[in-house]
């Protein structure tokens, strides 16, 4: 099938944001510099423009920063649930009322498409808001027969790059709501939707001290999940610091939570609607470049409908857009970081090594500057291959097929990790049974990658424990 001309112009998004020179760190209610005065670039992966310069936070910034949580602990702890709610409730609606901003912003340090930032992950942080202002004075219900819910404490929360905006407000709602005082560190490449929530703080009037930003590398984050004030780590990360963090947690006695890394199956019958699996598969995997832990990066095929399978998701990849992540029509944007674009080159190299078969269809040249990764699938992978083995977080497919439900799931539970898995099926009973016997922390049937502030994220085996979200995402931030 020839490549599908593009007949229309770009439409990019325009850029109402202004962006600091520098961005302080946000402590006790206040924007302060680093005790360090040190700075690090954050650049726009999409033309490696630096946009601002980050506050790089040190040992005593993060002293200062528990010192601000433990001091605001007790009155908002002790705040009429109501009055809680009432703060979380006004931070949803100035997310809302900010979302072009925030959008704009998160797409530009990020790299992502604006529809996605647009349309996923400011309306899902504005909705985790919401959802736990209505949390606030029922928490009896959520965990029955603790008796009078108390927070945890000081909490240190450390998160990621891959959905910036979205992972503070999941990490920050439970903690606020359940009466709790946050000391947060965003990742390297991606703090300025965080520091910008830290303004909405301001402008709600939120309590100074109860949520406290400290910017900074790996060095900052190891400072303030290792620091003696806190009482509990909600870490979001790799699965390799995920471990050191435990060890270190465990030591202390330090509540944990952890969501890691994953490898997840997505699992596709002979009988399914193959049309709507395609674009589950798409979905699936080239969502946010790929940069999604939950990302259906293994993808399982009935041996009968594999050439078809292929074929229709050749010819559909043709059609997905790379490129300007300010683009409206742009479906895969900028690789978060050059670090991160090496990384998912030495996959697919790997890949091809092992006797993969690399397919990168797509019409498009890819911009001369910038960080950009093709769509990518792999066929002729075997479980033992690397590429079918760890995570990539990237936008690279490993295709595989089986025979019997039974191989299906064998194949998709041999893995260390356990986020999650997609099954797709006209069969309600299969639907079940291989659900129920899949080792994943969610499982979509006929969809994939729907997220809901009322539903429950979280991890089996190496993907971590604990869940994110919904009434069972209380029980982390509520003293037993
Ligand atoms: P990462 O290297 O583990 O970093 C995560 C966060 O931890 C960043 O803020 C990072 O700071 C910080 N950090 C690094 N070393 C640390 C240390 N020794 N102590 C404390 N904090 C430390 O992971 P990443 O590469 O940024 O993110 C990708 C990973 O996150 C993938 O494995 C993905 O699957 C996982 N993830 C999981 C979920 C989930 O819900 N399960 C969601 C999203 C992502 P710097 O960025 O400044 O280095
Ligand atoms: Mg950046």
């Known amino acids: 099938m020839p490549a599908t001309p593009w007949e229309y112009s770009p439409a990019p998004e325009t850029v109402p944001v202004t962006v600091p020179e520098r961005t302080q760190l946000y402590v006790g209610g206040k924007f302060v510099d680093p005790h360090s005065k040190k700075w690090f670039d954050t650049v726009n992966p999409s033309t490696e423009a630096v946009l601002s310069h980050i506050a790089e936070g040190d040992a005593a910034d993060v002293d200062a920063a528990v010192a601000a949580a433990r001091k605001a602990l007790k009155p908002w702890s002790r705040l009429p649930a109501q009055e809680r709610a009432k703060y979380l409730y006004r931070i ?31 309306p899902l942080a504005a909705q985790h808001f919401f959802h736990h202002a209505g949390w606030c004075d029922k928490l009896r219900y959520a965990v029955p027969g603790a008796g009078d819910p108390r927070p945890v404490g000081v909490c240190a929360q450390v998160i990621p790059w891959n959905f910036p905006l979205l992972m503070a407000a999941w990490k920050l709602a439970p903690a606020l709501a359940c009466g709790n005082t946050v000391v947060l560190k965003p990742a390297e490449t991606t703090s300025l939707t965080a520091m910008r929530l830290a303004e ?3 402008e709600c009037d939120l309590p100074p001290g109860v949520v406290n930003i400290v910017t900074g590398a790996g060095d900052t984050g190891r400072a303030l999940v290792e620091h003696e004030g806190i009482d509990k780590v909600a870490f979001t990360g790799s699965t390799e610091v995920g471990k050191r963090i435990a060890k270190a947690c465990a030591a202390r006695g330090t509540r944990l939570t952890l969501e890691l890394g994953g490898k997840s ?9 193959i049309d709507q699996a395609i674009e589950g598969i798409v979905q699936g995997i080239w969502f946010n470049q790929g940069h999604v832990c939950c990302a259906g ?15 229709k998701l050749e010819m559909r990849m043709r059609s997905l857009r790379v490129g300007d992540p300010l683009d409206k029509n742009t479906d895969i944007g900028a690789i978060n970081s050059k670090g991160q ?36 699938f ?103």
């Open 265 to 273: 199956p997505n699992i596709v019958f002979a009988d399914a609607a």
């Open 92 to 122: 949803a609606r100035r997310i809302q009322e900010r979302a072009r901003e925030l959008a704009v912003l998160e797409t530009m340090d990020g790299g992502k498409p604006i529809k996605e930032s647009r349309d996923v992950d400011v």
């Open 378 to 480: 792999m066929t002729g992978v075997q479980p033992s291959h690397v590429v079918a083995r760890e995570e990539i977080f990237g936008p690279v497919l490993a295709v595989m097929s089986f025979r019997t439900p039974e191989e299906a799931i064998m194949r998709a539970n041999n893995t260390p990790y356990g986020l999650a898995a997609g099954v797709w099926t006209e069969k309600g009973s299969k639907v079940f049974d291989v659900a129920r016997r899949l080792q994943a922390g969610v499982v979509w049937c006929n969809t994939y990658n729907q997220f809901d502030a009322t539903s429950p994220f979280g991890g089996f085996k190496e993907s971590g424990f604990g869940r994110e979200g919904g009434m069972q995402g209380l029980a982390a931030y509520l003293a037993e």
């Open 200 to 202: 909405i703080l301001q």
């Open 297 to 311: 990066s293994r993808l399982f095929v009935e041996e009968s409908v594999l050439p078809e399978v292929t074929r």
């Open 341 to 376: 674009l090496q990384t998912i080159e030495r996959y697919i190299a790997a890949g091809a090594d092992e006797g993969c078969t690399v397919c990168q269809p797509g019409p498009q040249a890819l911009p001369a500057k910038g960080y950009w990764c093709r769509p990518t």
